[in-house]
């Protein structure tokens, strides 16, 4: 017998107690016992806040990124380890790479989006300054700072690998130590996976706790700057929402719950067409990928009314050659649910949904199972269900989460929408049609009620990652009945847990704040000219002023023939001067932005390695033949690349006339030597 330990306060704990027992999903043997008992979970939210949090806040976004680039490249080292124990759970190899290999992605997608997106500093500057006074001496600016608590994960069984590291990848990258708490059913893969993440010694201390068995008072504990992070059913949700800590402290709370996800076949898609073949594959396999054990997996098959029969035939010759079985067996398509419990809540659910309908496919009470006992194992039959009305509520109301889905009939475009919405908010929905006008009526009509929506065609379904699948890059979360929350979605996953605060002050100030050089804050032209500078010596607001330089209608011709840029505002002058906002001939925008690198440029070799681009580009006034142009470059922002000897420096360029007005402003963007 194995009694699952917990992670906390730095130390691998033995509970109180025995605990319960945790069986085995195929065999129905024991795997675990699992408990709580004793465990003083206002102590280990403490040493998260006291250890961990200052660890991680010492750290940039960047470092961070890269410890978190080594722990996913660790774990996929452990990978048939942690397949093989999946086995247990009643997944099969596929649903195991789908959990393992997808929480495994997410920690490295995080990794490269950060040291993509975030700048190597541990504040993050957000949107431009805004200009408050008149005279440029007050501004405001908005930052980002980690919340000084721990993000408290309360997890669902069906993804004890990719729901753990889904929350932590965001949290870690925001410099928030996390606390798991995964679902019992089965703790004892998360628990191998934290036993991994603990002994890689990537991680600071206290970054990383984990929880085994009931969550007991952790939710009295919690203060106003802990977030939480829920997974599973609406109506825990809702209990955890309410939860008076969490009501009285205005914890940030994030809930992914029930999800009655829809999948919507266009009129177009008649069986003689690819979208038909592409639709009842994509059912069949969100039905049996993780026995359905999904939340984005489809529950209600929104088709044409005209089509429903050749649906229901189509789905059920493909469902009949699904082999249901002992995962071990490499035949089997679909292994066991969770538990005998979860067997007897699905069944219960079909119950209540064949109130309103009809079996199409498949028998709840009995299946035929390979290599394994049907009895001790907590198989279950694919059930394909059909409903004739579509105005019964049960099919829009009723979650059975298994391996089960109902066709339902629509009668034209916004019968679909409506249907869809029945749904009261749902974290994934897709549409398979190739008609672009039907896909534009629907998405539009599904977005509000949905977090991701799927368009799949012949085009894109080769590079299509299916219905069911969360990206890190993208949203996962859902409006109303899936939660209210959003999980994932790329940086906006890092911000939910910083704190955005508006800063008010001298520009002079905001730069000493923020790292970087903002408009009005003080210069420092030294004399040096900075392309002669390492990141070493670089500081933000080192300064060149280059100029003046005339334009002289001979250079806007050259450049004119040289280029092929002959527009008329450049070439012909009385139709130059009609034009309202030229007033005349005018120089090309871009050869003022020549003209420009030509004067900041210090030509020599040195720690300028190389320039790779623009942004933010404005041409703001017109300049004519006739104009003197001076530029004045300032250093913004200095990133430094941790695993390069160079760094990122974003240049303020500030392109004026004879009078002071600016023509142009933009940034430049160069690679530069540390030493």
């Known amino acids: 017998m194995t009694v699952l330990r917990s992670y906390v306060n730095g130390a691998w704990t033995h509970p109180a107690d025995d605990g319960r027992p945790v069986l085995d999903a195929v065999t129905g043997e024991e795997v675990a016992r699992v408990s709580s008992a004793g465990i003083d979970l206002g102590a280990a939210l403490g040493y998260g806040r006291r250890t961990g949090g200052p ?3 010492e750290l940039t976004f960047h470092q961070r990124a890269a410890l978190l680039k080594s722990l996913g490249q660790l774990l996929r080292e452990h990978r048939p380890e942690l397949y093989a124990l999946s086995a247990r759970t009643g997944a099969t190899l596929g649903d195991a790479k789908f959990d393992v290999d997808g929480g495994i992605g997410v920690l490295l997608s995080y990794a490269s989006k950060a040291r993509r997106e975030l700048p190597n500093d541990t504040v993050l500057a957000e949107g431009a300054v805004e200009p408050i006074g008149k005279g440029g001496h007050f501004a405001g600016q908005h930052i980002l700072t980690p919340l000084h608590g721990v993000a408290v994960q309360i ?9 753990p590291l889904e929350k932590f990848a965001p949290a870690f990258i925001a410099g928030v130590p996390s606390l798991i708490k995964p679902a019992t059913q089965t703790a004892y893969l998360t628990v191998r996976l934290a036993e991994l993440m603990a002994e890689s010694g990537l991680l600071p201390p206290g970054s990383l706790q984990l929880v085994c068995g009931s969550a007991g008072d952790l939710l009295d504990h919690l203060t106003e700057q802990d977030l939480v992070s829920f997974t599973g059913s ?3 949700a809702q209990l955890l929402r309410t939860h008076p800590s969490i009501v009285r402290k205005a914890v940030r709370f994030n809930a992914e719950a029930d999800s009655l996800n829809c999948s919507v076949l266009g009129p177009d898609a008649t069986p003689d067409t690819p979208e038909f073949d592409l639709y009842v594959r994509q059912l069949v396999t969100e039905m049996t990928v993780k026995a359905g054990q999904k939340c984005t997996a489809i529950r209600r098959v929104l088709v044409p009314g005209t089509l429903a029969g050749q649906v229901a035939d189509a789905v059920s010759e493909r469902l009949a050659g699904v082999v249901v079985g002992n995962p071990a067996d490499p035949a089997t398509r679909m292994g066991a649910l969770a538990s ?8 219960g659910s079909v119950r209540k949904l064949l109130s309103a309908g009809r079996l199409v496919f498949g028998d709840p009470s009995r299946v035929r199972v390979e290599a394994a006992d049907d009895e001790r194992g907590a198989f279950l039959s694919p ?26 009939g629509y009668a034209g475009t916004g019968e679909a929408v409506n249907l869809a919405a ?8 897709s549409v398979v049609t190739a008609d672009p006008e039907f896909a534009r009526e629907v998405v539009l009509g599904l977005a509000p009620w949905h977090g991701r929506l799927l368009v799949l065609d012949s085009e894109d379904a080769a590079e299509s990652t299916g219905h069911g699948s969360p990206l890190p890059v993208l949203v996962h979360g859902g409006p109303g009945r899936a939660g209210g929350g ?14 955005r605060t508006a800063v008010q002050a001298s520009p002079r100030v905001l730069a000493a704040v923020t790292g970087r050089w903002v408009p009005g804050a003080p210069r420092n032209d030294d004399g040096v000219h900075p392309f002669r500078k390492s990141l070493a010596e670089l500081r933000p607001g080192d300064a060149v002023v280059a100029g003046p330089r005339q334009v002289t209608l001979e250079d806007i011709e050259h450049f004119a023939e040289f280029t092929g840029d002959t527009f008329y505002a450049h070439m012909d002058e009385a139709a130059a001067a009609a034009n309202p906002l030229f007033g005349g001939r005018v120089a090309h925008g871009y050869l003022v932005v020549a003209f420009a690198a030509g004067l900041f440029v210090q030509p020599d070799p040195g720690p300028v390695l190389a320039n790779y681009g623009l942004e933010n580009l404005r041409f703001l006034t017109p300049v004519h033949p006739g104009d003197e142009l001076t530029v004045t470059l300032t250093c913004k922002q200095i990133t430094p690349r941790e695993d390069a000897d160079y760094g990122e420096v974003r240049w303020d360029a500030d392109v004026t006339n004879q009078e002071g007005t600016s023509v142009a402003k933009y940034d430049v963007l160069t690679l530069v030597s540390r030493q």
């Open 383 to 408: 059930l394909l269900l059909s409903c004739d009305d579509p105005g019964r509520p049960e099919p829009h109301e009723v979650e059975a989460f298994g391996p089960v889905a109902t066709i339902i």
């Open 422 to 429: 029945r749904g009261l908010g749902s974290l994934a929905g």
């Open 55 to 57: 660890a991680l806040r």
């Open 155 to 163: 997890n669902a069984f069906n993804f004890p690998v990719w729901g």
């Open 234 to 236: 609406a109506a825990t």
């Open 340 to 347: 005998l419990g979860q067997r007897e809540e699905v069944r």
């Open 486 to 499: 959003e999980e994932l979605g790329g940086i906006r996953g890092v911000l939910h847990h910083l704190q």
